[in-house]
């Protein structure tokens, strides 16, 4: 049974969160870091993040709006109220394919919420889909998206590197009615993760020298119009 770390971060902008990702992806890359990792975080500012693939001018129609570009694809999240949720994996054995690991992904949050008794579903049904094209993800949920009575509570992108792949997810705990706190939702994310993905989940602190190299990414990177409006 594979070793992956756990980071619990506190709640920060959501360039740094995007940095952070990217860190921790290039850690693993690199051999570093020798093991997956799951990170569960929080947003402290409104922002808005867009995949890779989209073109800000698909999204500037409000000048006031913060938006980021993410590493990964997909399409245009809100973030401010949403629980953020990052996996680095390797890109083999359950997370070999990008449908078959999405759904993983997803069930594992189902199995998560499940504990809590929030009932949800994958949406699975690929009919009647144009009602729901926008660039905004919660707007559009596609095959193997997690839904609560009709509505998408989590979605996420994927973006695949030299033998890793990185999954940012956002889950809208706010929409779910629950009398448990997040921190709760937490630890039945990291033990239903255990379970899922056959892992052994091992706590981990970011040092002082990664948060030096994570601020420098966000004030480079993801700070940056080069970057966020690359396209």
């Known amino acids: 049974m594979a070793d992956w770390f756990v980071i619990q971060t506190q709640s920060n902008p959501t360039a740094w969160n995007m940095a952070c990702d990217e860190y921790l992806m290039r850690q693993c890359i690199s051999g570093e870091l020798k ?40 399409g245009v999240v809100a973030h401010g109220d949403d629980i953020g949720f990052s996996l680095i994996m390797p890109q083999d054995g359950l997370f070999r394919t990008v449908q078959g690991s999405y759904q993983l992904v997803h069930q594992w949050i189902q199995q998560s919420l499940s504990e809590l008794n929030i009932s949800s579903n994958l949406f699975e049904s690929c ?27 989590a979605g996420g992108a994927q973006r695949r590197l030299s033998g890793w792949v990185l999954h940012q997810g956002s889950l809208a705990f706010h929409k779910i009615e629950s009398q448990d706190s997040p ?35 966000c004030d480079e990177k993801y700070m940056n119009d080069t970057w966020n409006r690359k396209r």
Do not use: W
């Not at 009602?131 to 905004?136: A, D, N, P």
């Not at 937490?186 to 002082?208: H, T, V």
């Open 127 to 153: 009919q009647n889909h144009n009602k729901y094209l926008s660039t905004s993800c919660f707007e559009t949920p596609i095959k193997h998206d997690l839904m609560a009575e009709g509505v998408k509570i």
């Open 35 to 74: 093991s997956g990792v799951l990170r569960l975080y929080f947003f402290s500012d409104s922002s808005y993040t867009m995949g890779y693939g989209v073109r800000h001018q698909q999204v500037d129609s409000d000048p006031e709006a913060h938006i980021i570009r993410r590493l990964t694809g997909g």
């Open 183 to 217: 921190d709760v939702l937490f630890q039945s994310m990291i033990r239903c993760a255990g379970e899922r993905f056959k892992i052994n989940m091992k706590k981990m602190e970011l040092s002082k020298s990664d948060e030096n190299a994570i601020r420098v990414l």
